[in-house]
């Protein structure tokens, strides 16, 4: 069986394959910092209303279009997409 740190199928897992495949498996800013003495892609803080925004545009929302929505209409739209209501202000 292919070990799956044998990124370029040579049948051997050398130092450059480990490398990547430890920091495939990073899951937090803190553990990447303990592994490799930096942040990593976990280096920039994420702004939750940009992110907030990208739920809605990969969900295919519109955040106008959820602003003229009654909030019943809005609350079934979020939730039908999978997301939680109570996550944003349209106030």
């Not at 498996?25 to 942040?39: P, T, V, Y």
């Not at 992110?51 to 809005?74: C, I, N, T, V």
Request: charged share 50%; hydrophobic share 30%.
């Amino acid at each position: 069986m292919k070990d799956w740190m044998d990124f370029n199928g040579d049948r051997e897992v050398d130092s450059t394959e480990r490398f990547f495949a430890d920091e495939m498996l990073c899951s937090s800013r803190e553990e990447h910092i303990a592994l490799f003495g930096d942040a990593g892609d976990f280096g920039e803080e994420v702004d939750e209303d940009e992110e907030k925004e990208d739920d809605l545009m990969y969900a295919g929302l519109d955040r106008d279009d959820l602003e003229m929505m009654e909030p019943e209409e809005r609350r079934e739209a979020l939730e039908e997409a999978g997301l939680d209501p109570d996550d944003y202000d349209f106030d």
